[in-house]
């Protein structure tokens, strides 16, 4: 008996023994094929953090593998093994089985689950870190071939990133239990989706059900800025391979915590401090939160009731429904769009235009465009494309677009952007009109004060029969309207201008161009400027010269020259630039040693400069530019070689009214002129557009368009680039001295859209818009070219054959300026 009890008691001590020297063996982080651990044992991460075993949820006697917080006596698991597979029995065991895969088996030595990696061979082990990453290591090169962070449960950790692995294609997410007593893989996921821009979703099976909205550089545009404390550790980051993910990051976080992915599809961040959880963040804070909840072009405020509205100048498409408070169907246009082209011109009353929505998290799905880098060009480039519902231009990422119907759209209280909604004409909320009339009237009132005070002065002047007094007062007020006109005016004296000129030397002379000499001067407080003196005769008035001076000095572009003022006196008007000490392309492009200066970076550079102002002149709401003397000799550049155009006014300070599609007067340079301007003195951007491609393909070839190539058989640059074209040899045309190689793609597609700039019918030119999507490869597929207008050459070798009653002033590169009679 004694025997049998001592005996009990060695075996029991032999037991205690035993899981003595197991619990001790698994104070390591380290799992192998010998060191596996059994259900009741753990491992625990080498700084303490995590720990690694089996556990049983809530409510539930299901055994599963998982990793939980040191500590935490309800052993939250934020990871999962066998997720799909639970143990029923307290018989399994996790190890490295024979091929090398962490495995957790069951009593009877199945496989529940496994790493399923195929590689694997012998000497692999498991290690738990203490960022709570499970790792299977191959011992002898420690590479990791398996990581539990790339195969996560519902649990996002600092170190773990979601988002798209670009070597293997695998996008890694969240996915919720089935119920908090149920590990298995719900139906909600949460990661990120790049549909141009990434962004978060959680979707609930394959449909999205939140949306973060875009990262900003800062926070995702979707979240209120009370929680971009949550947003601030969310990072994007792109990886070497191309990977773009968002990584969870706590470094500057006091808290030890994660984010979770609930069973109900919702998205806490939550942290566990060492006795108690505390839930700090939610996702979804109200109905609005759902992804589409209003339907298309329906608006969710959850401060209103109901929260879903139309957009202005939508209404519900099912009104029945919609009453219902069942929104799915959502909201259609009251007025189909009109779309008008701008180019068509005309009628322009008519045009569509577009509501602005604050504080708004953006729609779905938006398209981002690189081209047009400051809103004015987002928004006419929205404008110009029929198939452009709405744009938002966001700091941090810029112009966004949508063409499919807005949804997902709703307030967010104290953040979000300003959204723009295309609108045809007709539903476009006046209030900018009544705002005019307001401001009109304000006016005509301070007019009418101003004119009662003048007369109230005078009256008391009168009466105190103090001249003298009655008089000072007068004049205060006649001083004080002059003060604000001048404020205005960029007006400069003559004198002034003379004395920065040194009376308009011939040394400060910097060039002649067609509407007179330009002069370098600098000012009495140092700043250098260029005065152009314009030719006598302009047939234009001294108010209306005054006024255009002050409109065109407002256009601000950095490919733009500034303009900064004018002077007229007498006879003489003049007008004031900024300088530009690098002076003009022409300078560069045509000189055998300067060419090599101009590399073919720099080169695209300027072709990309000039088109962006060119987009500027041509777009600009409050003043459609068409410059109608674009040449090499009219693009100045500044000292780091940025283009910028000049002499972009002098087409509407000369030109009368530029509305009309016709002129009299032909402004322009021989060689740049479409055929339609210069035969017909039709002009449109696309004339402008024909000048940009025969400055292109000067820039790309080093040559003039006007001179003669005889010797390759072509009588222009045009005409050698059409030849070149039709025998496939576009490379011939390349400047040689454009040094290095590897941009050759780039260089002949410049070429094409070229080629497509200059052809002779202005109705197959593209508008600039497209020219610069072009050029920047936005647009792939580009078409084959028509033949170019070759009128420019006729002109040169047959002058009569185009004008038969007109006098030519000049050939070459100075801009004429002759009266058609037409
Ligand atoms: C577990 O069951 C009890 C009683 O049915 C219930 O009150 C509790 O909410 C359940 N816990 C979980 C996590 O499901
Ligand atoms: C396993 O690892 C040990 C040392 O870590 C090494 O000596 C042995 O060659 C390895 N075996 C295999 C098959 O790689
Ligand atoms: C793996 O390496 C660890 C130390 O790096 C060593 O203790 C262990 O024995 C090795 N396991 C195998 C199977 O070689
Ligand atoms: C993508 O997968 C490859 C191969 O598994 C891995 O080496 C790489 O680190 C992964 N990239 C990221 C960003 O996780
Ligand atoms: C998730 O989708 C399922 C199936 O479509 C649906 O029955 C359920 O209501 C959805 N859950 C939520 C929270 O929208
Ligand atoms: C950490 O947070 C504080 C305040 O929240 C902030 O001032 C500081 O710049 C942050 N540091 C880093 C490295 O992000
Ligand atoms: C953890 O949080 C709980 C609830 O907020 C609090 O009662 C407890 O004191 C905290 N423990 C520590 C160690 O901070
Ligand atoms: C919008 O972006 C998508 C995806 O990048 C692209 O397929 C589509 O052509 C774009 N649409 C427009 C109008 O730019």
């Known amino acids: 008996m004694g025997l049998v009890r001592s005996m009990i008691n060695l075996s029991y001590f032999l037991v205690f023994l035993s899981s003595f020297c197991l619990e001790f063996g698994h104070s390591t982080d380290t799992i192998t094929a010998l060191n596996f651990i059994k259900d009741s044992e753990t491992i625990v991460s080498n700084g303490g953090r995590f720990l690694l075993g089996f556990f049983s949820p809530p409510n539930s006697t299901y055994r599963y593998v998982g990793i939980w917080y040191a500590g935490d006596s309800t052993t939250r698991a934020i990871w999962v093994a066998n997720r799909n597979k639970p143990l029923k029995t307290t018989s399994g065991i996790l190890t490295i089985s024979e091929d090398g895969n962490l495995a957790v088996l069951d009593g009877e030595k199945t496989i529940l689950w496994s790493s399923y990696v195929t590689s694997s061979a012998s000497n692999m082990s498991a290690r738990l870190l203490d960022t709570g990453n499970l790792v299977l290591q191959e011992n002898t090169t420690g590479l990791f071939t398996w990581e539990s962070f790339q195969h996560p449960s519902d649990s996002w950790f600092a170190d773990m990133k979601l988002g798209t692995n670009a070597t293997t294609g695998k996008n890694v997410r969240l996915t919720s239990w089935k119920s908090p007593s149920d590990p298995a893989v719900g139906t909600f996921s949460f990661g990120t989706y790049s549909f141009n821009l990434p962004e978060m979703y959680i979707w609930n099976g ?104 139309c957009l202005e100048g939508f209404e519900p498409k099912n009104i029945e429904e919609w009453s219902r408070e069942d929104w799915t169907s959502g909201c259609v246009r009251r007025t189909p769009l009109q779309c008008m082209r701008i180019n068509t011109g005309g009628q ?28 004015d060009e987002c928004r006419y480039g929205c404008l110009e494309d029929c198939s452009c519902l709405g744009y938002a231009y966001v700091t941090g990422i810029g112009c966004m677009v949508w063409t499919r119907d807005l949804i997902d759209l709703r307030k967010v209280p104290g953040g979000g952007v300003d959204l723009y909604v295309r609108l045809a004409y007709s539903d476009l909320d006046k209030k900018e ?54 404020q205005e005016l960029p007006i400069f004296s003559l004198e002034e201008l003379a004395s920065a000129t040194n009376n308009f030397h011939p040394s400060n002379k910097l060039g002649q161009g067609g509407f007179g000499p330009v002069y370098k001067g600098k000012l009495l407080h140092g700043q250098e400027i260029a005065v152009k003196r314009l030719a006598r005769n302009s047939g234009q008035g001294l108010e209306e010269f005054k006024n255009e001076v002050i409109v065109i000095s407002k256009l601000q572009h950095r490919n733009l020259v500034r303009l900064f003022g004018g002077c007229v006196e007498g006879e003489e008007k003049l007008l004031v630039y900024e300088y ?88 322009g340079t021989y060689g740049y002129m479409s055929p339609e301007y210069a035969m017909e003195g039709r002009f449109s951007e696309k004339s402008d557009v024909f ?55 780039e260089i002949l597609r410049c070429i094409h859209v070229g080629l497509l700039c200059v052809q002779e019918f202005a109705k197959d030119r593209p508008t600039i818009p497209i020219v610069i999507s072009m050029l920047r490869s936005e647009i792939v597929d580009l078409p084959y070219p028509r033949q170019p207008g070759f009128a420019i050459n ?4 047959d002058n009569e054959f185009y004008y038969p009653n007109q006098k030519v002033c000049s050939i070459n590169n100075v801009t004429v300026s002759m009266v058609h009679g037409r």
């Open 206 to 309: 394959s449909s999205p059900y939140f949306r973060s909205g875009p990262w900003n550089g800062m926070i995702f545009i979707g979240s209120p800025t009370k929680k971009a404390r949550y947003a601030h550790k969310v990072l994007p980051e792109q990886d070497k391979d191309g990977s773009s993910y968002f990584a969870f990051d706590f470094s500057n976080g006091s808290a030890q915590g994660h984010v979770v992915l609930n069973a109900e599809g919702n998205l806490l961040e939550t942290s566990f401090n060492g006795t108690d959880w505390v839930d700090t963040f939610i996702a979804l804070m109200s109905e609005c939160d759902v992804y589409g909840k209003c339907g298309e072009f329906g608006n969710c405020n959850p401060k209103n009731k109901p929260i879903c509205s």
């Open 794 to 797: 006729q002109i040169i070798t």
């Open 433 to 486: 009109e009544v705002k005019v009339i307001v401001i009109v009237t304000v006016i005509i009132g301070i007019v009418f004060m101003a004119v009662c005070t003048l007369f109230l002065c005078r009256w008391r002047a009168k009466r105190k029969e103090g001249r003298h007094q009655g008089f000072q007062c007068e004049e205060n007020l006649v001083d004080n309207m002059n003060q604000d006109k001048l």
């Open 580 to 667: 530009m000490p690098n002076k003009s392309l022409d300078t560069f492009l045509f000189d055998s040693i300067k060419q090599e200066l101009l590399d073919w970076k720099k080169r695209f550079h300027i072709i990309e400069g000039i088109g962006r102002g060119l987009l500027y002149l041509h777009r600009d709401s409050r003043l459609k530019i068409i410059h109608r003397d674009l040449k090499a000799s009219n693009i100045l550049l500044d000292e780091e070689l940025n283009p910028k155009i000049s002499d972009f006014g002098m087409a509407r300070i000369f030109g009368g009214n530029e509305d009309q599609a016709n002129t009299k007067r032909v402004v």
């Open 348 to 375: 322009e009353g008519k045009k569509d235009g577009f509501s602005k929505v604050k504080m708004m998290q953006t729609p779905s799905l938006a398209n981002w465009s690189s081209v047009y880098l400051v809103e």
């Open 691 to 745: 000048s940009f491609g025969v400055l292109l393909l000067e820039i790309v070839s080093g040559r003039k368009n006007t001179h003669f190539y005889h010797d390759e058989g072509s009588v222009s640059l045009l005409g050698l680039a059409w030849k070149m074209w039709n025998i496939d040899n576009l490379a011939a045309l390349v400047d040689p001295k454009i040094s290095g190689s590897g941009f050759e793609k």
